[in-house]
């Protein structure tokens, strides 16, 4: 009983089971590490039902949940900049290598330049013609303007 006294120790749960709970000593554990269920590779869907809770009480009325298919696939979140050099030091390399997101990223980034420059091109004629359609109301299409209005000039004396 002393040594349970005399140190810190937690009490680690898996899921909602209770039958998986461990008790842990702090000094045991390392790092503390952010991971989100990966669903995608997991399958998991928005069918189940769960009661909304409103003002701590269950109500009758319910809303979808994510049903997870299992409880073993994880994504470990390796931007958490309080703890990406201890990630770094635990995790093998293979797991903490950069992905390539696509194979070939200059090919990519020239891809997506060529997109961009078009784009760019088809707006500025956009923007061309809305400023020609204005110009040609102004006139009133028979080329000399609607309304003008001079300013007088004034002569400055020194």
């Not at 899921?15 to 590490?33: F, K, N, P, R, Y």
């Not at 995608?40 to 994510?66: K, L, Y």
């Not at 409880?71 to 390539?100: C, G, W, Y």
């Not at 204005?134 to 003008?148: D, F, I, L, T």
């Amino acid at each position: 009983m002393d040594i349970i006294s005399s140190t810190l120790w937690y009490d680690i749960q898996k899921g909602d089971d209770a039958s998986t709970t461990q008790l842990t000593c702090m000094q045991e554990i390392l790092l503390q590490v952010n991971v989100q269920h990966a669903c995608f590779e997991s399958g998991c869907g928005a069918t189940g039902h769960v009661p909304q809770v409103q003002e701590r009480r269950e109500t009758s009325v319910t809303r979808q949940a994510i049903v997870h298919t299992n409880d073993t696939h994880f994504i470990i979140n390796m931007h958490a900049l309080h703890n990406a050099k201890l990630l770094r030091q635990v995790l093998p390399r293979s797991m903490t290598e950069p992905q390539p997101y696509v194979p070939d990223r200059r090919a990519h980034h020239c891809n997506s330049a060529a997109r961009l420059r078009a784009t760019n091109t088809e707006k500025r004629a956009e923007k061309q013609a809305q400023k020609d359609a204005v110009k040609e109301a102004a006139v009133g299409g028979s080329g000399a303007p609607v309304c003008s209005f001079h300013w007088p000039s004034r002569k400055l004396s020194h």
